[in-house]
């Protein structure tokens, strides 16, 4: 099984859609979550961070649930803009030496007209 | 991302060739991670380091060393290129402190024929 897993998609959504993703992790003792964006042949960049209480930034919400072991990123009035690549990254702290941070595979999001 | 910086941008290789990829940083953070990056597979980690003069191994470290001989400059090095090594690049840095993001530099697209 994958440390971090996520359903490649694609998710073909309307303007103006609420659209939701979620990321499961294995490792219970993961320390912190964060959702990053990549749009086609450019880097990574974040997101945002996904704190136990929830975050909330514009149209974007993160939660984590820890009891079932998977973080989620609703996206409300989607735009055309928001079409990309969301990836998942989980900390699991200082494994084997480092701040070990596992990525996901990442979810495609394609918004359309 | 003006904070990350990654040379070159595109590379092809003949099988057999040797190259180096340069990341250079201006945040001064401690932590460098050189990533590739493959369809369906997400980002994996090839090596890390923890600060000038140390690297150690990430999850897919054959074919591929590095070196850190100063704190800004994390260097990948393939000394016989494979067809297998084909991918895209990610160079990203990161906080000591527990539960920080990383950041990515632009990428570095590599073909070997």
């Known amino acids: 099984r994958k440390e971090v897993e996520q359903d490649p998609g694609p998710f073909n959504v309307p303007e103006g859609a609420t659209v939701a993703f979620n990321c499961t992790y294995s490792n219970s003792a993961s320390q912190s979550f964060f959702w990053y964006r990549q749009d086609c042949r450019k880097e990574p960049k974040l997101l945002m961070s996904?704190?136990?209480s929830g975050n909330e930034d514009g149209r974007f919400t993160a939660q984590l649930n820890r009891a079932s072991q998977y973080i989620s990123l609703l996206i409300r009035d989607s735009k055309l803009s928001d079409s990309a690549t969301y990836l998942c990254?989980?900390?699991?702290?200082?494994?084997?030496?480092?701040?070990?941070?596992?990525f996901g595979a990442g979810t495609r999001l394609a918004v359309h007209p | 991302n003006a904070g990350v910086t990654q040379t070159p941008k595109f590379r092809v290789l003949k099988t057999g060739q040797s190259m180096t990829l340069l990341c250079a940083q201006d945040?001064?953070?401690?932590?460098m991670y050189w990533y590739r990056q493959d369809p369906g597979m997400g980002l994996r980690l090839i090596h890390y380091?923890?600060?000038?003069?140390?690297?150690a191994k990430g999850e897919v470290p054959d074919g591929y060393n590095v070196s850190r001989l100063k704190k800004q400059n994390f260097l990948l090095g393939l000394e016989s290129a494979a067809p297998s090594q084909t991918s895209v690049y990610f160079c990203?840095?990161?906080?000591?402190?527990?539960?920080?993001?990383?950041?990515f530099g632009q990428g570095t697209r590599l073909t070997v024929v």
């Open positions: 996904v704190y136990s």
């Open positions: 380091s923890v600060g000038e003069g140390t690297t």
């Open positions: 990254a989980v900390n699991n702290g200082f494994s084997g030496g480092y701040n070990k941070l596992i």
């Open positions: 990203a840095i990161g906080r000591r402190l527990m539960n920080t993001e990383a950041f």
């Open positions: 945040m001064n953070h401690e932590y």
